[in-house]
């Protein structure tokens, strides 16, 4: 059997509010195809019965209801658990470097983040029903839903990452890393294709995998503008391919998953953040934290008082 995964991110451009990178895994059976998985992004009875699976910017939009992300991510965590995250404690239980003192140390999520309850907006038994028929879809195509794994950043990590190598890029590229860490030691005896969103407008790729993997011998298959393929080889494993896709959250079912967890997740965190500040200080806005609005919301916040410029570096990004 072939793992097929696939890594995206949310939130890598903000100015507040954590970036969060997402792998999704899928199971294929002998004689199964990966472009058979694939169709599941265009399916429209994906969309209308099942578990919605395309690039999150299709599926959510800022300000918009969460419904179709949150139900997605909870649905397929149903799958690959065999039970409804009903907390967001239980959501993130096994994340990627991330530690329950490193969410508690942050005012605005300490003591409500880690218990708020789930669905948040969307309908428990939607989430179920169309989970078990998602579930039922894939076996048809001799797929079956493995597990997501998430690596949130939250802002104080982001800035130490960042500010050590001088670019966020690199904060991005070392948590994809762990978590082709993580799938590699998660499916050790399995085959595994990795699929990953395009970085930036970055084609090659295999000096930072080396770096990251040094007792990995790299293969360069190709690097182009559209694709950059690669092989890792670990002993007593067959070689890893990871591919470095553009707009591979639109094609792969792995990786528009991802796109979906990580987006849900972010989201998941600013809503806490938002109603944490606008409970405090008036008239202010919630916002997504992306360009001018990013920008505005900080600037208000921080002419609140001294007490919320002392957090100045523990609320917004270096980067």
Same mark, same amino acid.
């Given at each position: 059997?072939?793992?097929?995964?696939?890594?995206?991110?949310?939130?890598?451009?903000?100015?507040?509010?954590? &970036?969060?990178?997402?792998?999704?895994?899928?199971?294929?059976?002998?004689?199964?195809?990966?472009?058979?998985? %694939?169709?599941?992004?265009?399916?429209?009875?994906?969309?209308?019965?099942?578990?919605?699976?395309?690039?999150? =910017?299709?599926?959510?939009?800022?300000?918009? $209801?969460?419904?179709?992300?949150?139900?997605?991510?909870?649905?397929?965590?149903?799958?690959?658990?065999?039970?409804?995250? !009903?907390?967001?404690?239980?959501?993130?239980?096994?994340?990627?470097?991330?530690?329950?003192?490193?969410?508690?140390?942050?005012?605005?999520?300490?003591?409500?983040?880690?218990?708020?309850?789930?669905?948040?907006?969307?309908?428990?038994?939607?989430?179920?029903?169309?989970?078990?028929?998602?579930?039922?879809?894939?076996?048809?195509?001799?797929?079956?839903?493995?597990?997501?794994? &998430?690596?949130? !950043?939250?802002?104080?990590?982001?800035?130490?990452?960042?500010?050590?190598?001088?670019?966020?890029?690199?904060?991005? *590229?070392?948590?994809?890393?762990?978590?082709?860490?993580?799938?590699?030691?998660?499916?050790? +005896?399995?085959?595994?294709?990795?699929?990953? %969103?395009?970085?930036?407008?970055?084609?090659?790729?295999?000096?930072?995998?080396?770096?990251?993997?040094?007792?990995?011998? &790299?293969?360069?298959?190709?690097?182009?503008?559209?694709?950059?393929?690669?092989?890792?080889?670990?002993?007593?494993?067959?070689?890893?391919?990871?591919? *470095?896709?553009?707009?591979? %959250?639109?094609?792969?079912?792995?990786?528009?998953?991802?796109?979906?967890?990580?987006?849900?997740?972010?989201?998941?965190?600013?809503?806490?953040?938002?109603?944490?500040?606008?409970?405090?200080?008036?008239?202010? =806005?919630? $916002?997504?934290?992306?360009?001018?609005?990013?920008?505005?919301? !900080?600037?208000?916040?921080?002419?609140?008082?001294? +007490?919320?410029? +002392? +957090?100045?570096?523990?609320?917004?990004?270096?980067?």
């Amino acid at each position: 059997m072939t793992i097929v995964a696939g890594i995206d991110e949310a939130g890598y451009g903000p100015f507040v509010g954590p &970036l969060v990178v997402a792998a999704a895994a899928y199971r294929l059976e002998e004689g199964a195809k990966e472009s058979d998985l %694939d169709r599941i992004v265009r399916d429209k009875s994906v969309r209308t019965q099942g578990l919605p699976t395309a690039d999150s =910017k299709q599926l959510y939009h800022s300000g918009g $209801s969460l419904t179709r992300i949150e139900t997605s991510t909870l649905g397929h965590m149903a799958l690959a658990r065999g039970a409804l995250p !009903v907390r967001f404690d239980s959501l993130v239980q096994g994340a990627v470097d991330l530690s329950v003192t490193e969410i508690e140390d942050l005012p605005w999520y300490a003591g409500r983040m880690l218990s708020m309850n789930l669905p948040r907006v969307s309908s428990l038994d939607d989430v179920l029903a169309r989970s078990a028929w998602h579930g039922h879809h894939l076996a048809q195509r001799g797929a079956r839903f493995e597990d997501l794994f &998430l690596a949130p !950043v939250l802002v104080p990590r982001f800035n130490r990452l960042t500010s050590a190598a001088g670019s966020k890029a690199w904060t991005l *590229f070392h948590t994809t890393g762990r978590l082709i860490e993580t799938l590699v030691s998660r499916f050790h +005896k399995e085959d595994l294709v990795i699929h990953v %969103d395009r970085q930036g407008g970055r084609i090659h790729y295999g000096a930072l995998l080396q770096t990251f993997f040094p007792m990995a011998p &790299l293969r360069t298959i190709s690097e182009r503008r559209e694709c950059s393929l690669y092989e890792l080889a670990w002993p007593d494993r067959s070689p890893v391919r990871i591919d *470095f896709r553009v707009k591979a %959250d639109g094609r792969r079912a792995p990786v528009a998953l991802a796109s979906v967890a990580a987006k849900t997740l972010r989201e998941l965190f600013m809503d806490c953040f938002n109603e944490w500040f606008t409970e405090r200080i008036d008239g202010l =806005k919630p $916002s997504a934290g992306y360009g001018t609005d990013g920008r505005r919301f !900080v600037s208000e916040v921080l002419a609140a008082g001294p +007490k919320y410029a +002392k +957090k100045r570096d523990i609320l917004e990004r270096c980067r």
